[in-house]
């Protein structure tokens, strides 16, 4: 059993282009302290967040997942980040049902300027989760599981027959 | 201890194993009735909405999806409260008719008929649809499938699909139907009655006729005395979709009817650890063991329980034969279990005149289908008569409809006791010392189960002439001391 | 021509199924006597009497098509779909359960000792001792053994490789009938089958493709229950009038028959081409059509779908990315490869059984 107090949660983090990538920047750029437990994944746009990416996460390992997008009525797509806003919340019930805490998918709106908050909101999630407890969710490859779907690597040949 | 394994039963629908142990002499010591599947409906449609409940209960058995779906709308009718306007409770009942006569059809020509026409001895080669084929004629295979597509082609008419139907929602249905629709469903259900009366035609010719057939009927081996239960109406005629279940003794009495909220004063389930399935037995009789008699609380539910449970059949056509039925064995109740074949055939011929008794009803295609439930959901029963039994469906939901508990009892679960006893006797009467097990000592012993139709059949599929099979008997230590094969 | 004269050898096996899939294939009617023209039909269970030790007998691949219709529910369904594979040249998860796990995938939800305990002691259930089935059983006369019931419920790609996957609960005849052609065809080299891997008797878009209802902008304000549905108008989408509907994600070739039926689609022909979890690209379209930016109101639009994890993963679960809840996963040990017993429980006495 993991000695919790030995935990370092692995989270990982959609963060889009415009605003939410460039405050993550800005932080590292004003050589702000936050931990080194989020691996960013950018993407244009909070919009463009899948559901399926933070299932594949959770489902490979993944303690946490944060989600960041620009605040409502700033996205660079004029109202994409609603998508992901809407996404998340029924996310949210669906994964209540498979026993996956609340707190362990986060959504954070945060503008290009709001490095030191975003650092906030992640040492603050790390802190969450290591309270929480790992997930250790049995498909991912550490715990045991073999992946979603093996490929087929037979080719059935098929006999002719007499017609 | 010596034992004898088949493995798995096969005819049937489901999973399911025979032990059969013999004593030092080679006589039959007991035999156990294994059934090793589970997937556990009653828990996980917790937490569902109930008016997925007709839908989801549906995927319990694919074979009588209709049945479950029927009880389901029922019982998510009584949770709400509401009650269906007449067109939609007589839509599904034509819906639920038209089934029957499909359901009853294969298992009677695929399943049960080659035992049953061909003889118990005949050989391998032949005992199966294709010998039905070749001794009664080859037009048979194709009435036969002409019988299975029309009854569900009206499945699917009224229910959505072919398998799995989808209309029944509490409150009534999705949809109804067109006058084209009815004349159509009226003119398959007119040819139904007469390939019914063709069947139990063809079961007094072939079967009837046959002495030595009739003394196996008669005889002891597949004879047992125990209560019967099935669904009437209230005028004590047999009904599938709705009524009161009626409960009568082995002598016939009749000890009461009960409405689907009170089906937990009378029905209670026993486990025991060796299989998965559970035992119903009547709670007011009491559980006694695998026995027979007034005092045991082993019932049946099967074609012949339904029509000893009641006073009648509500159409004239079956009615005649019913009577007939009776007259023939002698009175009522019959006990002997290879009966419930020609009681199936008279069924077959009742669900075909009241399909079309429904099609041609003039509220039959009214647009009024549905009521909008305007009550607190809570709880509610649904039973119906499926082909294999009772079925009853219990719901307990929140006040937004959402399932908090589930209970229930499934067609052939009632049989499950009965099944055992048939099994056992039928393997004591055929297997003894000095006795060579071979394969048609074994199908005697599946015929003692066949005879309940456990869920399933299959129509005009066309069996291969061999049957292949392998005994393998052990010694206490586990050492094989003989294995008997046939065309493997 | 094919090298001994005999016709090639068929079989179909329903592992924790429920018999929809056997009677599909019977609804080809007339078509099944096209199959048995051209296919030995070695192993049935529901239709004739070979039994596994026949199987077992056979060479490995000597039986050239095998549809396997039903989920992995129990350790029997495991060696069999083993046993299957390796008589089988070309093994078919056939319909819903086999290939994604279906409705008794939502067992996946609960922990075994919920199911069991739920099953073994409902209200008409006369239990007073707690007995629970027992996977070994020591009767007087002998051991009674019966499968092991997993944890988690799987997939047959799960456990073996499929060569052909057939979605559907049950697939639509007329698909079956189209397929059964094709591989007759193939079998007198008049037509190719398909590369491995590959889904078949399936269309290429979604239900929403083939339904004929008028579908205007999706806007949706309230989710509403069917039966709470006034007036409902049998030409316009239902999602639109608030029906959760899965049209949108479910692959076609059903011919949309419930939605036409005023049924909503449930998503019994699994996820759309391309998907990697059906219940994630659902979510994906409700969230869509939810016709709201403020986060309370649609908090409040959500609340009408009152059931999520059944609605998008009612036929999907065992097959999606997490497969069971958290808890679910618990059997005896923590490993889902493992053939884990399943829940330690209260040991029965050995019953005499008298009065037998």
Redesign the interface.
């Known amino acids: 059993m993991t000695d919790q107090e030995h935990f370092e949660p692995v989270i990982i983090g959609f963060t889009c282009n415009w605003c939410s990538y460039r405050a993550a920047d800005l932080a590292g750029t004003a050589r702000m302290k936050y931990p080194p437990n989020v691996r960013l994944i950018r993407l244009m746009c909070s919009g463009r967040l899948d559901p399926t990416f933070v299932l594949k996460a959770l489902a490979s390992g993944a303690d946490a997942v944060l989600i960041t997008g620009c605040h409502p009525g700033e996205c660079h797509y004029l109202e994409q980040n609603y998508k992901a806003l809407r996404r998340y919340l029924l996310l949210r019930r669906t994964l209540a049902?498979m026993g996956i805490e609340p707190q362990r998918v986060k959504l954070v709106w945060a503008s290009a300027a709001e490095g030191a908050r975003l650092a906030q909101e992640i040492t603050t999630l790390v802190e969450e989760i290591r309270a929480l407890g790992p997930l250790h969710w049995p498909t991912a490859p550490e715990f045991g599981g073999n992946g979603h779907r093996p490929q087929p690597e037979i080719q059935p040949e098929l006999e002719e027959v007499a017609a | 201890?010596q034992?004898i394994t088949?493995?798995?039963?096969?005819?049937?629908?489901?999973?399911g194993k025979i032990?059969i142990?013999l004593d030092a002499e080679g006589n039959v010591?007991?035999?156990?009735f294994?059934?090793?599947?589970?997937?556990?409906?009653?828990?996980?449609?917790?937490?569902?909405?109930v008016?997925?409940m007709p839908?989801?209960t549906?995927?319990?058995?694919?074979?009588c999806?209709e049945a479950h779906h029927m009880a389901a709308a029922k019982a998510a009718d009584a949770v709400?409260h509401v009650d269906p306007p007449p067109t939609a409770k007589k839509l599904r009942e034509l819906l639920y008719s038209a089934f029957y006569v499909t359901d009853h059809t294969?298992h009677f020509y695929?399943l049960a008929g080659p035992d049953f026409v061909m003889g118990p001895d005949a050989p391998v080669a032949e005992r199966?649809i294709l010998g039905v084929i070749h001794k009664v004629g080859l037009e048979i295979g194709g009435k036969v499938?002409q019988c299975?597509?029309y009854g569900?082609t009206v499945v699917?008419m009224i229910?959505?699909?072919?398998?799995?139907p989808?209309?029944s929602?509490?409150?009534g249905?999705?949809?109804g139907i067109t006058e084209e629709q009815r004349v159509e469903i009226e003119k398959m259900g007119r040819w139904a009655i007469e390939f019914a009366q063709f069947s139990l035609k063809l079961f007094n010719d072939i079967v009837l006729g046959n002495k030595a057939y009739v003394d196996l009927i008669l005889g002891d081996i597949y004879y047992h005395r125990t209560h019967y239960i099935g669904m009437v109406d209230e005028n004590n005629k047999v009904n599938f979709y709705d009524g009161k279940v009626s409960v009568v003794d082995p002598d016939g009495n009749r000890l009461g009817k009960y409405a689907p909220p009170e089906?937990?004063d009378w029905?209670?389930?026993?486990?025991?650890?060796?299989?998965?399935l559970?035992f119903?037995y009547l709670?007011k009789v009491g559980?006694?063991?695998?026995?027979d008699g007034k005092d045991s609380g082993v019932y049946c539910a099967t074609p012949l329980s339904r029509l000893n449970a009641a006073d009648g059949m509500a159409m004239p056509l079956a009615q005649a034969e019913y009577e007939k039925f009776y007259s023939t064995l002698g009175g009522k109740p019959v006990h002997q279990r290879l009966a419930t074949h020609w009681a199936r055939l008279i069924e077959l011929l009742y669900a075909a005149e009241r399909w079309v008794e429904l099609a041609t009803d003039p509220e039959i295609t009214s647009p009024d289908f549905?009521k909008?439930?305007t009550e607190k959901p809570t709880e509610g029963v649904g039973i119906v008569e499926a082909p294999r039994g009772t079925l009853t469906h219990?719901y307990w939901t929140d006040e937004?409809?959402?399932l908090t508990?589930v209970?229930l009892?499934v067609g052939t679960t009632n049989n499950y006791a009965p099944i055992s006893m048939s099994i056992?006797k039928a393997a004591e009467g055929f297997i003894k010392k000095g006795v060579v097990v071979n394969e048609g000592i074994l199908n005697r012993v599946e015929m003692a189960f066949r005879a309940y139709d456990p869920?399933?059949g299959?129509?005009?599929?066309?069996?291969?002439g061999q049957?292949?099979?392998?005994i393998?008997v052990h010694d206490?230590k586990g050492e094989v001391v003989e294995v008997l094969r046939q065309n493997? | 021509m094919s090298t001994n004269g005999t016709k090639p050898k068929f079989a179909m096996y329903w592992a924790?199924?429920?018999?929809?899939?056997?009677?599909?294939v019977?609804?080809i009617?007339?078509k099944?006597?096209d199959v048995?023209a051209n296919f030995?039909?070695?192993f049935?269970?529901?239709?004739?009497?070979?039994?596994?030790?026949?199987v077992e007998?056979m060479p490995d691949e000597s039986i050239t098509l095998t549809l396997f219709n039903g989920g992995i529910?129990?350790s029997?369904n495991e060696e069999m779909a083993h046993l299957m594979r390796r008589k089988s040249k070309i093994l078919v998860a056939f319909g819903s359960c086999a290939c994604e796990g279906?409705?008794?995938g939502?067992?996946n939800?609960?922990t075994v000792q919920?199911?069991f305990d739920?099953?073994?002691a409902?209200?008409?259930?006369?239990?007073p001792q707690g007995?629970?089935?027992?996977f070994h059983?020591a009767?007087?006369?002998?051991e009674?053994r019966?499968?092991a019931?997993y944890p988690v419920l799987k997939t047959l790609d799960q456990v073996v490789k499929v060569d052909y996957y057939m979605p559907g609960?049950?697939p639509e005849?007329h698909q079956i009938a189209a397929v059964v052609d094709l591989v007759i065809k193939a079998l007198h080299g008049e037509a190719q089958l398909p590369p491995p891997g590959a889904v078949i008797g399936v269309g290429n878009s979604t239900v929403c493709d083939e339904c004929p209802r008028k579908r205007n902008e999706k806007t949706i304000k309230q989710f509403v229950?069917?039966?709470?549905?006034?007036a409902?108008d049998?030409a316009l989408c239902l999602l639109e009038q608030g029906i959760p509907c899965n049209g949108p994600a479910t692959r076609s070739g059903c011919g949309a028959?419930?939605p036409?039926?005023?049924?909503q689609c449930?998503g019994?022909y699994g996820p759309a081409e391309g998907v990697l979890d059906f219940g994630a690209r659902l979510m994906t379209a409700f969230a869509s059509v939810i016709d709201s930016q403020d986060p309370d109101e649609i908090e409040r639009i959500l609340d009408g779908l009152?059931?999520p994890?059944?609605q998008f993963y009612r036929f999907s679960l065992a097959g999606s990315l997490l497969r069971a809840a958290k808890p679910a996963w618990k059997g005896n040990g923590t490993r889902d490869n493992g053939r884990t017993e399943g829940t330690r429980v209260p040991s029965?006495p050995a019953?005499p059984?008298?009065?037998?």
């Not at chain 3, 049935?44 to 026949?54: E, G, N, S």
Request: aromatic share 8%; net charge positive.
């Open positions: 049902q | 201890m034992r088949i493995d798995p039963i096969t005819r049937l629908e489901g999973h032990e142990f010591a007991n035999t156990y294994q059934i090793p599947e589970l997937r556990g409906f009653e828990r996980f449609c917790v937490g569902r909405p008016e997925e839908l989801l549906n995927r319990i058995c694919g074979v999806p709400y294969t695929a199966n499938i299975r597509k569900h699917e229910g959505g699909r072919k398998v799995h989808c209309t929602i509490p409150g249905l999705t949809k089906y937990r029905i209670a389930e026993r486990v025991e650890p060796w299989t998965y559970k119903p709670k559980w006694k063991g695998f026995v549905h909008v439930p219990h937004r409809g959402v508990k209970n009892i056992k869920c399933f299959c129509a005009t599929h066309s069996l291969p049957m292949p099979l392998q393998t206490a493997c | 924790a199924a429920c018999g929809g899939c056997e009677i599909a019977l609804n009617h007339e099944i006597l048995d030995e039909v070695v049935w269970p529901v239709a004739m009497d070979a039994k596994y030790k026949d007998a529910r129990n029997e279906c409705i008794p939502l067992a939800l609960s919920e199911i739920t099953v073994y409902t209200v008409s259930t006369d239990n007995l629970r089935p027992q059983f009767a007087p006369e002998g009674l019966i499968p019931f609960c049950p005849s229950r069917i039966q709470d549905l006034q409902p049998p028959l419930c036409q039926a005023g049924a449930i019994c009152v059931d994890a059944g029965a019953v059984v008298k009065g037998r």
